[in-house]
């Protein structure tokens, strides 16, 4: 199993921008696919951007497409979300989770999670 641990998160004016990171431990990272979520206060947790196990396939829930980017660094068992233009509705708790499967062309279902890490975007 991957072990995550987030980092990155902080306060931001509307419009900065933020790097959130992940680190990972575990033999499987390589080959898992990774996400990102967000829970905001009284709402689910959602989906925003996944990355498959090589990194070069990605997905996008609209509102973040354009301004969002994920990313990872297999050497490094980081995977990363870059925040641009950051909106004050994109503040949330943002964790990231390792796909149950291995080998993932596409992130399918959270098989673990990190602690997760706080963005508070001030309009």
């Not at 980081?78 to 796909?99: I, T």
């Amino acid at each position: 199993q991957v072990q995550l641990v987030e980092s990155g998160g902080g306060l931001v004016q509307a419009g900065g921008s933020l790097r959130l990171s992940c680190a990972a431990s575990g033999r499987t990272f390589s080959t898992t696919a990774m996400g990102w979520y967000r829970q905001a206060p009284g709402k689910e947790r959602e989906l925003v951007a996944d990355i498959n196990w090589r990194g070069d396939v990605t997905y996008y829930i609209d509102s973040v497409k354009g301004r969002f980017t994920v990313s990872r660094d297999n050497a490094k068992n980081a995977v990363y979300l870059q925040m641009n233009s950051l909106k004050p509705e994109d503040a949330a708790v943002y964790y990231c989770a390792a796909d149950k499967a291995l080998w993932g062309n596409r992130f399918r279902s959270p098989g673990s999670w990190g602690q997760g890490t706080q963005v508070i975007v001030q309009s």
